[in-house]
């Protein structure tokens, strides 16, 4: 299953989806990333409409990560729409966030998300974290493994 499985990434710092980029390598995770820098684009890219309605090039993902602090929508708003959408019911979706408040974490998970991971600031964290969803979710066929977590700290 592997190189066809695409994971949508939904993050507006540019610093971020660079190390994104590098840990997913470093995590042996050989998955396509589509890149979107707010949550209009991903919602955009979800529906395939705009510049995303080709379907060839732009592939319904497999697994959805966002942030929540973005421009234009915000990882929650993406988040309230995913849940008016029932196409994406099973759309696996965790949010990579800055924040390590309780309450982003509370107000995520009852928006659907599967799983808030907090920024590492160590890079090693990153790539342990992802090679938890390439074990869980983007090797294997069964869609209902959990996703690993990542305690707030």
Known sequence: MGTDRLILFAEDDA??????R??????????????????EEAI??????????DRIE???PSVLITDLKMPK?????LLAWLQ??????????????????????DRALALGAQ???????APDCLIQLLHGLKEKRLTSVN???????????
């Open 15 to 20: 610093a971020d989806v660079l190390l994104f």
């Open 22 to 39: 590098i840990a997913i390598k470093k995590a042996g995770i050989p998955n396509p990333i589509a890149h979107v820098v707010d949550g």
């Open 44 to 53: 955009n890219y979800l529906s395939g409409t705009v510049i995303y309605s």
């Open 58 to 60: 732009f592939p319904v």
């Open 73 to 77: 929508i915000s990882g929650f708003d």
């Open 84 to 105: 008016s959408q029932p196409q994406f019911n099973s759309l696996p979706t965790i949010v990579l966030s800055g924040s390590a408040q309780q309450i982003d974490r």
């Open 115 to 121: 799983a808030y991971w907090v920024k590492p600031v």
């Open 143 to 153: 869609k209902a493994l959990p996703i690993p977590a990542l305690p707030l700290t």
